[in-house]
């Protein structure tokens, strides 16, 4: 689908060769529209768009620019953003669009004008975001929540240590229940390092995953694994024979602690868990379903998670867990979102491209 840059980008006007050459060498993806029954049309795009989107110039000039890198989700957001060009309004905000490469965040910036003829139109510029603000939340979470949990749990550890060491003479209620604090600190320890492990694998390799994957086998092996491993618990699977998705095997470690953690973390030890795959009415997404009938995930967790809260003292995350599930999402492309699954607990969703 990508161009060549054997036909530079021309703007209408005496000094259009002058801002054609301009726009054309600017590393910003920029886009002339028309708009046109309130919908932004193609009139031109720059090669930093051809090379961030994947259409070549051909393909998407007098198109919808929104059918092309407007996710179906978010197309009541572009809407709206389009009102206010049609309006003569200046836009300036964070959004997050399809790429070659999936989900990416950027600057939007719309700049409406009104040419001679009395049609509105107007320029789109899109700052590609994604790698700063991944880089920022990385270090902020390894900084908080291993600075923060690993300490307070070697405190524990060191603590509850002395006692039992003080007290090992006499087998009493408080040295079991002192032994008990031990062993679950010592394995909430345990949990931490190992998803650091996993994460640091994640984080090391290319953000940006252009391989494919059968998650059908996958998310089944997972769940026949758990049924295993925790006979207790309830693991079902909704899946097709096959579905193929832009994603690579780190996608098991992403829905595997998802489902460690509603087993483990279930009040009374017998947890209801189920994947399934969704398409939503979409045509180039799918979604992975992780059910359960937990409590549900706190609301302040989540919201640092999705990053509508930000990273503070107050508000880190209890674990790595999510920010596993979310790094790996971010690393194929994906979306992850959170709702109420019909059990009453959890819905963990993970949007992907079909491969």
């Known amino acids: ?48 768009f051809v090379e961030t989107f994947g259409y070549d110039a051909e393909t998407v000039r007098d198109e919808p620019l929104n059918d092309y890198i407007v996710p179906g989700w978010l197309a009541e957001e572009a809407r709206a953003l389009d009102e206010r060009t049609a309006a003569g309004e200046i836009n300036y905000r964070r959004v997050e669009r399809e790429t070659a490469t999936g989900l990416r965040e950027f600057l939007y910036r719309s700049i409406p004008y009104d040419d001679r003829s009395g049609q509105t139109g107007g320029f789109a510029v899109y700052t590609d975001l994604t790698d700063i603000k991944r880089q920022e939340h990385r270090l902020q ?14 405190n524990i ?19 079991t229940a002192v032994a ?9 320890l345990e949990t931490l390092t190992r998803e650091a492990g996993e994460i640091d694998t994640i984080l090391s390799q290319s953000d940006t995953t252009t391989g494919a994957i059968d998650c059908a086998p996958l998310l089944r092996a997972i769940a026949e694994d758990r049924r295993q491993r925790a006979p207790g618990a309830t693991v079902e699977t909704a899946l097709p024979d096959s579905l193929e998705v832009n994603a690579d095997a780190n996608l098991r470690a992403a829905v595997d602690s998802l489902l460690e953690n509603a087993i483990e973390h279930h009040p009374t ?5 189920r994947i399934r795959v969704s398409d939503g009415g979409e045509s180039r997404w799918v979604t992975i379903h992780v059910e359960d009938d937990c409590p549900k995930i706190p609301a302040n967790e989540l919201d640092v998670v999705t990053g509508r809260e930000e990273i ?21 492309g994906g979306d992850l979102s959170f709702g109420t699954s019909e059990f009453g607990g959890n819905d963990v969703r993970i949007r992907l491209q079909r491969a």
């Open 269 to 273: 030890g017998s947890a209801h868990v």
């Open 180 to 188: 008990a604090t031990l062993e679950k600190a010592a394995s909430d």
């Open 157 to 175: 550890i060191l603590a509850h240590t002395t006692r039992l060491l003080e007290q090992l003479e006499e087998q009493t209620e408080e040295t």
């Open 141 to 154: 979470v390894l900084n908080r929540v291993l600075r923060h949990n690993l300490r307070n749990n070697a």
């Open 1 to 48: 689908m990508v161009g060549n840059r054997s036909e530079p980008y021309r703007v209408a006007g005496a000094d259009g060769s002058r801002y054609g050459h301009l726009i054309e060498h600017v590393q910003d993806a920029i886009v002339e529209f028309e708009l046109v029954d309130g919908e932004p049309i193609v009139r031109g795009v720059n090669h930093a």
């Open 312 to 332: 503070s003292p107050t508000y880190h995350g209890t674990g790595l867990g999510l920010w596993l599930v979310r790094w790996t999402v971010d690393a194929f």
